[in-house]
């Protein structure tokens, strides 16, 4: 319960971090603070060097904020339609394959 209690917490962080974002733009007066900045380059600082002997693709790969965070992004989004479906008490089916009995498909 309280893994998905952090899920809720982070989606909502998020969330709210992009629709705050979207509203400055819209008014004209986002602007980009050094501060949040610097935070920001000792984050992806941090991820490079933790797997720095791992060689140059691991390193490129953990320089991968944005393709991250929106990969973040879509599993919240899956969490928040897991919790629509559960409160709403649906149902989802699998649709299973129909399986050819391979006896009679060269007959």
Excluded: K
Excluded at 32 to 48: D, I, N, S, Y
Aim: neutral net charge; hydrophobic residues 60%; glycine residues 6%.
């Amino acid at each position: 319960m309280g893994q998905q209690a952090m899920i809720a917490l982070g989606t909502l962080m998020l969330a709210s971090l992009v629709v705050l974002t979207a509203l400055t733009v819209a008014a004209g007066s986002f602007r980009f603070v050094p501060f949040w900045l610097a935070v920001g380059l000792v984050l992806v600082a941090e991820r490079l060097v933790t797997v720095w002997e791992a060689g140059p693709r691991a390193r490129a790969l953990a320089s991968m904020v944005l393709p991250e965070l929106a990969y973040d992004m879509f599993l919240q989004l899956a969490f928040v339609r897991a919790c629509f479906l559960t409160a709403t008490s649906r149902d989802v089916g699998w649709n299973p394959v129909q399986h050819i009995d391979s006896a009679s498909v060269g007959a």
